[in-house]
């Protein structure tokens, strides 16, 4: 009704066309770029706190970390790039190394589920996780967050090595809730028996990656110079 | 560490994370072509093969763009190139097979920039998966998205000759119905193990 | 002559019907099923029966109440929405907080059932669209099972299921697992005696297979239910665990188990069978009780939960218009008949 | 009836209820339920796509006589892509746990119809102001009913609001909320609510002109 | 082997009580003549007669008084002496009016009737046939299709076998079964002019079960150089139909959309061929028919041999009816049309009269409660045309008349009403279907 007729359709110019694609992509590309460089340092800096915060909370001695990864023979060596799942060595304020913190993922329920963890080289030890990213069920795969008695088998979940430091000595397995006897074993969730056993098996996969690397390598690691603060 | 086989990826993108029913993807063309089953069907052809060329193009980018290390292009650089891909395609497709264009055809613009193409770009980028994966990851997505539909289009064409009560009529019916699959398609879960 | 002068109906042809009537066959529906409450009641106890009581009632009065409210007649009388009532009260745990099962009745019955049109029209099986709900709504109060014949069933209401409102429930009463539970995570498997006479726990009505087939009995004798469809879940169930039974007999349990066990019998016998949601032909329902027996098993065997009769049941209710699409039968003078 | 002068104040005002883009227009709807399990991740979804709206439009709007017809799509999607990323990388910055939570479908905004649509609709062919108002209006409108969906999933799915306890301890939380169905659900279920609200309207206009019908014969 | 357990019957179809034991052992007994006789010029399917007396005319029982008005048409006879009163428009069953001849017999009429030039067994087939239509002979079983037409086929189609339908299917009726029993000869005699006329080789006489004596009689009667043979089928309704026939006895299928010639098949009821076989001799057309007046709602019931045109008022109040007859139709209760008007004429199609009291229509489909359709598959179990009633009857609910005719066959549904039988929500669902198949005739149409 209010729209008023069509203008006469003057036929484009190739220069229009070029002046107004040439024109809206420098708009964008200056607007994204400035936007980028803007937030940047943000971000990193949002990213880090991310990270402290969850490190915090899985391995509470920790004040500053490096992050690793293993090389082509599987010796440690400082991380060139951002891996997709990163593992840090943790430094207390003396710079003395309290434990690492590993990323891991695998299958739950309905998704991968990630999963933050500590391990304490003095108790040869899982002593903490969090869920970083999860989509199972709330109110039944998230008790693994919640539920006291499984977060008590975190006090600390034996993941010692075995012999000749190749291998987890017991591989840590989940078992049905109230049936926990022995140290490396996890106390499962009546319930939630797959997000329980899907956690034991992440730990147990990544462990067995990660602990004889870290056992070996970890105490002797000269961290670079740049020690994230 | 464990790479998931191309199994598990294709039954978590088609059953148990349904683009549709779980990720709210493609909701669009989701409501507005499961009236009838002829069109779903044919929808769904579509669908699956702009998920194709999409999955492609946006491996592709995503190789350039880390190349390049210029990650804040991405969305940009995605939704064009898969845009003008699909064009081109389109083009090429009533170029040499008038039918198939025919079938598809007027489907094609309504999905060149649709939720559940993009997302599935950006999904595939997310998880990182290579090419072979990422293929097989736009095949399980796309036939997830079909199934939704033709469910979908069965029980609509059913729900057409009841009595449905008139504030009931229309998307309010297809979104019960879709709540109802979602519960249903909740029974899939943990089997891309 | 006067008797000839008075007015006569019209009426078109035919002028005869056999008699048979919906309601009749919905109450007969009902009866067959009252076995198996009674048995119900009988092995958990009066926190069994006030979850049937309510979960009937809550369907019968929404129905009833939407219908009046829409300023339509009263659809009770047809039986049909007191059979719902009953399956999906016997689709519970016994211990399930009433309000719960009220919940989950008003959902079946409001939107499984009168948003598509009432009786006839529902694509989905309300009374497992409101049990799908609460599975999804309230996970651990729906796993939650007690055990069966415990003592003092009868003289104690269980705690759980006078909870208060939309407050979690807090459990007196022992609890246990199903067997399917012990299948999957524990890969015991209980015998088929002990299943069938319905001596293990699980939903209130699910327990008995014996009696569940007995009321599916009755009403295959008095054609009232079309008994293509448990038979073809039955076959397809059995085959496929047998085969598996064969290659891997601790993994997988044999066919007697995974047909006595969980929601199966009730499942296959009274809820797939819903005349409005499953397939017209006979052909159709062949191919509809396969497809439930395949999801059944896969659901089972690999995927995350241990039962699957209630997903499969509704996965196939959405696949049933396109079998009557695709089945259809052959037309007289058609096709290979056509000479 | 017919008004022939665009007043900016209705262009906002109509984008709340007469052309909701939600539960009237039925666009935008793959956000609409996927970020809509919290009344938080609403209100950020809501206020993200608003800020792409007006900033499209208000681009859109001021560019409409530099851009050619044939260049007309690619040039939308082009700006709406770059408000997008900046979007994205504006709520990474101001919290990461928001950017978790919203996940890809922050980047997904450049797919919703509505913003396309709006763009080529309404502010190629309006002055900037009344674009921007346009804008605005469908902007709140979105982020309301994404707001009133994410409440009833969030009081109900968590027993929480805006992440603050509503209940005292044991509430039981209605975990389908918070699951993809109870978003179709909870969004049915309003749409309901506006369908019987709209009929009554109807209705009630249908009776008030009839009155003033039978009055004026 | 197979042959073993094959039962010679179609599949599908239904029981309904067959409630034929108050007339079956009734003798043929003659009818009186009406006051006035109402015959319609349009007692058949196609075009109606052409008359060729006038108002105030004088006719002999016997004599033509209306002429065939082209090959779908046939002739008209009177079937009493009197006097030509009027010719106009008359009430027919269908509600509709259509041209008919009132007769007002004279009182002391008597049942002598004026004989025509005899057509004899040595005339040629084309002879034989137009005999047939000038004796005004259509199908006695009910359909009223000019029995002429079916004898010659369309070109290039041969008939090899020639089917006598002695099923009479129908609860209630029992005249074609009185007919087979005191008319056997006349049927022997019908079968010969027809193997005359349409050079088939074979003859099958279709008799269900629950007339057995009627089939031994045609088998210790049967003349040698007959070749008929007797096929007994189970008792199911529809059995009576001509695609059942030919689907039980021969295993084909009329093809849908078809005709009986495209599988050299053709069908007479065994009251048109023992007609054929008693009139033609003669020369004489028909101008009286036997029908079983029946029913709860009358007590004289019976068969009776009735002259066309009497009305149904008056027949009735000859088998003294009971007080509370609350429904009277033409024929069984399966297809019969309801009367509406009791003046409405007994025509040639008319096989019987049956009258329901309300004891038994207060149970009959009227009154009963409309379910919705639950899908219990019943109807499709009955349909013996294998349609799909249920989805027919949705969709007829929801005015999607092309979808059904074609998509789900509706033009193949010959409204024998088994679906409305059995169906169990008590929805009407041949009546749906015939009200649809005219919309989509109307639809087509235009």
């Not at chain 2, 994966?133 to 064409?157: D, H, K, P, S, T």
Request: hydrophobic share 45%; glycine share 10%; with cysteine.
């Amino acid at each position: 009704m209010n729209t008023p007729a069509p203008p006469q359709q003057k036929p484009t110019t190739v220069w229009q066309m070029y002046r107004s694609i040439v024109g809206i992509g420098a708009f964008c590309a200056l607007l994204i770029v400035s936007v980028y460089q803007g937030t940047s340092a943000r971000i990193a800096d949002n990213r880090a706190r991310f990270l402290s915060s969850a490190i915090e909370e899985v391995l509470p001695a920790v004040r500053s970390t490096v992050e690793v990864s293993l090389d082509e023979s599987g010796s440690l060596v400082a991380a060139a790039e951002a891996a997709d799942l990163p593992a840090y060595l943790g430094y207390d304020e003396n710079g003395d190394l309290v434990g690492a913190v590993i990323t891991a993922r695998g299958m739950g329920y309905a998704d991968n589920i990630t999963v933050l963890y500590s391990y304490s080289f003095e108790l040869q030890a899982i002593v903490g996780h969090k869920v970083l990213e999860s989509k199972e069920t709330p109110g039944l795969g998230d008790k693994v967050e919640l539920e006291p008695h499984f977060l008590a088998n975190f006090e600390a979940l034996d993941a010692r090595l075995n012999e000749d430091g190749t291998a987890l000595a017991n591989a840590i397995v989940t078992v049905k809730e109230g049936e926990k006897t022995e140290a490396w074993q996890l106390d499962g969730i009546t319930g939630a028996t797959i997000t329980s056993d899907a956690i034991g098996s992440i730990l147990n996969q990544a462990s067995s990656y990660w602990l004889p690397a870290l056992e070996r390598d970890a105490r002797d690691f000269q961290p670079p110079q740049s020690i994230e603060e | 560490m464990n790479e998931p086989g191309y199994w598990s990826i294709f039954l978590n993108a088609a059953l148990v994370n349904n683009f549709v029913l779980a990720y709210f993807l493609g909701i669009c063309p989701f409501f507005g072509v499961s009236a009838k089953l002829e069109t779903a069907v044919r929808m769904s052809g579509a669908v699956t093969f702009v998920m194709l060329v999409a999955s492609t193009c946006a491996f592709g980018i995503n190789l350039i763009l880390e190349a390049i290390n210029a990650p804040y292009l991405r969305i940009i650089s995605y939704i064009l190139v898969i845009s003008s891909a699909v064009q081109l395609v389109e083009m090429l497709l009533r170029k040499l097979s008038p039918p198939t264009f025919k079938a598809l055809g007027i489907f094609l613009p309504l999905i060149t920039t649709n939720c559940a193409i993009f997302g599935l770009a950006l999904f595939q980028t997310n998880k990182g998966y290579g090419f072979t994966q990422a293929i097989v990851y736009a095949l399980g997505a796309a036939a997830g998205f079909a199934l939704a539909l033709v469910l979908m289009a069965g029980v609509r064409e059913k729900l057409d000759l009841a009595d449905v009560p008139s504030i009931f009529k229309g998307t309010a019916a297809a979104l019960v119905v879709a709540g109802i699959l979602s519960m249903g398609f909740m029974g899939f879960a943990g089997l891309g193990r | 002559m006067a008797k000839l002068s008075k007015h006569l109906e019209i009426g078109s042809s035919p002028h005869v019907t056999d008699g048979a009537s919906t309601d009749v066959i919905m109450r007969n529906v009902f009866f067959a099923l009252l076995p198996v409450t009674v048995f119900a009641v009988y092995a958990f106890g009066t926190g069994a029966a006030l979850v049937i009581i309510v979960a009937t009632a809550s369907c019968v009065l929404t129905e009833h109440w939407l219908c009046r409210w829409t300023g339509n007649p009263s659809t009770v009388g047809d039986w049909s929405i007191a059979i719902t009532g009953l399956l999906y009260g016997l689709t519970l745990p016994p211990d399930l907080p009433l309000w719960m099962v009220f919940i989950g009745g008003v959902f079946g019955v409001g939107i499984g059932k009168y948003l598509f049109g009432g009786l006839g029209m529902n694509a989905f099986n309300p009374a497992l669209v409101g049990r799908a709900f609460l599975q999804a709504a309230f996970p651990q109060a729906m796993t939650h099972w007690q055990v069966p014949f415990a003592e003092g069933r009868f003289e104690s209401i269980p705690s759980s299921v006078m909870a208060m409102p939309f407050w979690e429930p807090t459990y007196d009463a022992v609890t246990t697992a199903t067997p399917l539970a012990l299948m999957k995570f524990e890969s015991e498997f209980a015998g088929g005696r002990e299943l069938a006479a319905g001596l293990t726990s699980g939903s209130v009505g699910e327990t008995c297979g014996a009696l569940i087939l007995l009321g599916g009995l009755y009403l295959v004798a008095r054609n009232m239910m079309n008994w293509r469809i448990p038979a073809s879940i039955f076959a397809t169930v059995a085959v496929i665990s047998w085969v598996y039974q064969l290659y891997d007999p601790t993994t997988y349990p044999g066919p007697v188990f995974m047909l006595f066990s969980g929601g199966l019998m009730l499942g296959a016998v009274f809820m797939a069978t819903d005349m409005v949601a499953s397939p017209i032909t006979n052909l159709g329902c062949w191919l509809y009780g396969a497809l439930i027996g395949v999801l059944v098993v896969v659901i089972r065997f690999w995927g995350g939960m241990p039962e699957g009769v209630m997903y499969a049941i509704l996965l196939a209710n959405a696949v049933s218009p396109h079998i009557d699409n695709l089945i259809q039968p052959r037309v007289f003078g058609t096709g290979r008949g056509a000479a | 009836m017919a008004k022939k002068q665009v007043n900016p104040t209705d262009e906002f005002i109509k984008g709340l209820w007469r052309d909701n883009p939600v539960f009237i227009q039925m666009l935008g709807l793959c956000p609409a339920l996927a970020v809509s399990n919290t009344a938080i991740n609403a209100l950020a979804m809501g206020a993200a796509t608003t800020f792409v709206l007006v900033m499209a439009g208000l681009s859109v709007s001021l560019l409409k006589n530099f851009i050619p017809r044939e260049a007309r799509i690619v040039s939308y999607i082009c700006i709406i892509a770059t408000f997008v990323t900046c979007v994205d990388y504006a709520i990474m910055a101001i919290s990461i746990e928001l950017h978790r939570a919203l996940g890809a479908f922050i980047a997904l905004i450049v797919v919703n119809c509505l913003i396309l649509g709006r763009s080529e609709a309404f502010a190629s062919k309006n002055k900037p102001h009344i674009a921007v108002m346009d804008g605005l209006g469908m902007g709140v409108g979105f982020t309301v009913a994404l707001l009133f969906i994410g409440v009833v999933r969030e009081v109900l799915g968590s027993g929480t609001l805006f992440g603050v306890d509503l209940f005292a301890d044991g509430f039981q939380t209605w975990t389908v909320m918070v699951l993809p169905s109870g978003g179709f659900f909870a969004m049915a279920i309003w749409l309901l609510v506006v369908n019987w609200i709209r009929q009554r309207q109807e209705k009630a206009d249908k009776q008030t002109s009839e009155q003033t019908g039978e009055a004026a014969s | 082997m197979l042959d073993l357990f094959r039962k010679d019957t179609f599949r599908h179809g239904v029981h309904p009580p067959e409630m034929k034991d108050d007339t079956a052992e009734l003798a043929i007994r003659q009818f009186p003549f009406a006051p006035v006789l109402i015959v319609p010029l349009s007692q058949h399917l196609g075009a109606p007669a052409k008359p060729v007396v006038r108002e105030g005319q004088e006719v002999v029982r016997g004599q033509t008084i209306a002429e065939p008005d082209g090959f779908m048409s046939v002739a008209m006879h009177a079937p009493a002496s009197g006097i030509v009163r009027r010719i106009m428009l008359a009430p027919g069953i269908m509600g509709t009016k259509v041209e008919s001849i009132y007769i007002e017999p004279y009182p002391a009429s008597t049942q002598e009737i004026d004989d025509g030039e005899p057509c004899g067994l040595d005339a040629s087939p084309d002879e034989i046939i137009t005999a047939i239509q000038n004796a005004g002979i259509v199908g006695l079983g009910g359909a009223a299709f000019p029995t002429h037409v079916k004898l010659k086929p369309p070109e290039g189609k041969k008939l090899d076998t020639l089917f006598i339908n002695g099923v009479e299917c129908e609860p209630y009726l029992t005249t074609d079964y009185r007919v087979m029993l005191e008319q056997t000869e006349d049927v022997f005699t019908g079968i010969r002019y027809l193997l005359r006329a349409t050079g088939t080789k074979e003859v099958v006489i279709a008799i269900e079960a629950n007339k057995l004596d009627a089939a031994e009689r045609f088998r210790t009667m049967c003349p040698d150089d007959l070749p008929v043979s007797v096929r007994v089928s189970p008792v199911k309704y529809p059995q009576g139909a001509e695609k059942m026939i030919f689907s039980a006895l021969m295993g084909r299928e009329v093809p849908s959309g078809g005709l009986p010639a495209d599988i050299g098949a053709i069908c007479c009821n065994v009251a048109t061929t023992a007609e054929i076989g008693r009139l033609l001799p003669r020369g004489r057309g028909i101008q009286e028919r036997v029908i079983t007046i029946g029913g709860p709602g009358v007590r004289k019931k019976g068969n009776y041999r009735i002259p066309i045109g009497t009305p149904v008022r008056y027949a009735l109040e000859q088998c003294d009816p009971v007080d509370d007859i609350s429904r009277v139709f033409m024929g069984g209760p399966m297809m019969g049309p309801t009367v509406s008007n009791l003046d409405i004429p007994i025509t040639k199609g008319t096989s019987g009269i049956t009258a329901f009291t309300t004891g038994e229509t207060g149970g009959s489909t009227g009154k009963k409660k409309v379910y919705p359709c639950i899908g219990c598959a019943r109807c499709v179990e009955a349909c013996p045309m294998f349609l799909n009633p249920s989805q027919l009857g949705i969709l007829a609910r929801n005015e999607e008349y092309e979808q059904m005719a074609e998509s789900w066959h509706l033009m193949d549904c010959f409204e024998c009403g088994a679906c409305t039988y059995v169906c169990p929500s008590h929805i009407p669902l041949v009546q749906y279907f015939r009200m649809s198949k005219k919309m989509v005739r109307k639809l087509s149409a235009a």
